[in-house]
């Protein structure tokens, strides 16, 4: 499962409160990738990062941020979470050498 | 920027049947497409890829063949068994930059036995 771990793997929270989840990856690979699944829409990007610091938006980026401090870990924050951002959380990387891309086990989160 | 489509979204094959998805991809810069499954609850687990300069590529009972010209690249599962039922995606990406993967919908696929 090319090491990439994350957390909480579930968490029920209050609409407007902040939310932190975490990708954690022990191979050091440059790229990594936040996707929400819904039914009916497939895995759609969040945000994506291609180093230390180095961020960029995906197609459903509002109402999210991402901070990458150190290779290993990618933190999604949902600065005020909404109903709407009900979602499975899948954390993904790049390997560096063949391309391909790895998920995580992902983060079942429920605003209500 | 890239929009990739999947279709069926659901499909039913006896045991033994063959099964095929298809999708396609409107950016021709892409280069890379990768197939996965996702088995409900888990993860997507790639299962197949094949990059731009290949028409096609085989792994014992699953294959993908590309075209691309047409640009749409295909899933091909011979000798289905009921363990080959989840939910499928396609997505293509560009090897080079390693930067976005755009996935298709899904297809939900069930053998039955």
């Known amino acids: 499962d090319a090491g990439i771990t994350q957390s909480p793997r579930h968490k029920v929270t209050e609409t407007g409160t902040p939310v932190t989840l975490r990708c954690h990856q022990t191979e050091n690979h440059r790229y990594m990738y936040w996707y929400r699944q819904d039914p009916g829409h497939g895995l759609r990007l969040i945000h994506y990062?291609?180093?230390?610091?180095?961020?960029d938006k995906g197609e459903v980026s509002d109402g999210y941020s991402v901070s990458r401090s150190k290779t290993e870990d990618f933190l999604l924050t949902l600065e005020s979470a909404t109903s709407s951002q009900t979602s499975v959380y899948f954390c993904?990387?790049?390997?560096?050498?063949?391309?391909?891309?790895?998920f995580g086990p992902g983060t079942r989160l429920t605003v209500t | 920027g890239e929009n990739v489509e999947q279709h069926p979204s659901t499909l039913s094959v006896q045991e033994g049947d063959s099964a095929v998805i298809k999708c396609t991809y409107s950016d021709s810069a892409s280069n890379y497409f990768p197939w996965y499954k996702q088995e409900l609850g888990k993860r997507p687990q790639l299962i197949i890829d094949?990059?731009?300069?290949?028409g096609e590529k085989k792994d014992q009972r699953i294959a993908v063949t590309l075209n691309k010209t047409a640009k749409h690249f295909s899933l091909h599962i011979t000798e289905t068994q009921p363990e080959d039922s989840a939910v499928y995606f396609c997505a293509a990406s560009w090897v080079n930059t390693g930067n976005q993967f755009y996935f298709g919908t899904g297809t939900s696929l069930t053998v039955i036995p």
């Open positions: 993904a990387l790049r390997d560096s050498t063949s391309y391909e891309q790895y």
């Open positions: 990062s291609y180093g230390v610091k180095d961020t």
């Open positions: 094949i990059r731009s300069n290949v």
